[in-house]
């Protein structure tokens, strides 16, 4: 039987980290603030890329990953004060870090299209 979700706390809530055994009180945590969002929203940049396409990391080195796109969201990118296109990718079985991953995200910036026979 499904129990109600308590509308007030009996004490204040805190996070417990089982692995070091310590206690976090999110109430300390000093967040930024949220973004608001563009002037012109929705009528933004359309996206680069669309859902289906093959695209991978651009290089950084000699290994990267690719895979083919299976989302996107409108977001904002801390890391260039602005809001941009963020993708969900479906990793290609055969890219470096799908051993341990199925899925990654990525900001439209850091993907480039990606033809898997042609690199071959």
Same mark, same amino acid.
């Given at each position: 039987m499904a129990q109600s979700f308590p509308h007030k706390r009996s004490r204040p809530l805190q996070v417990i980290h089982r692995t070091f055994g310590c206690a976090l009180d999110p109430g300390h945590l000093h967040l930024p603030s949220a973004p608001d969002l563009p002037a012109a929203f929705p009528q933004v940049e359309m996206p680069r890329f669309h859902l289906g396409d093959r695209l991978r990391w651009i290089p950084q080195?000699?290994?990267?990953?690719?895979? &083919?796109?299976?989302?996107?969201?409108?977001s904002y990118a801390p890391h260039c004060r602005c809001w941009q296109w963020c993708y969900l990718i479906w990793l290609d079985p055969a890219s470096p870090s799908a051993a341990w991953v199925r899925?990654?995200?990525?900001?439209?910036?850091? &993907?480039?299209?990606?033809?898997?026979?042609a690199a071959q």
């Open positions: 080195g000699n290994a990267t990953d690719w895979g &083919l796109v299976m989302g996107r969201c409108y899925a990654d995200i990525a900001w439209e910036d850091d &993907l480039e299209p990606f033809d898997q026979e």
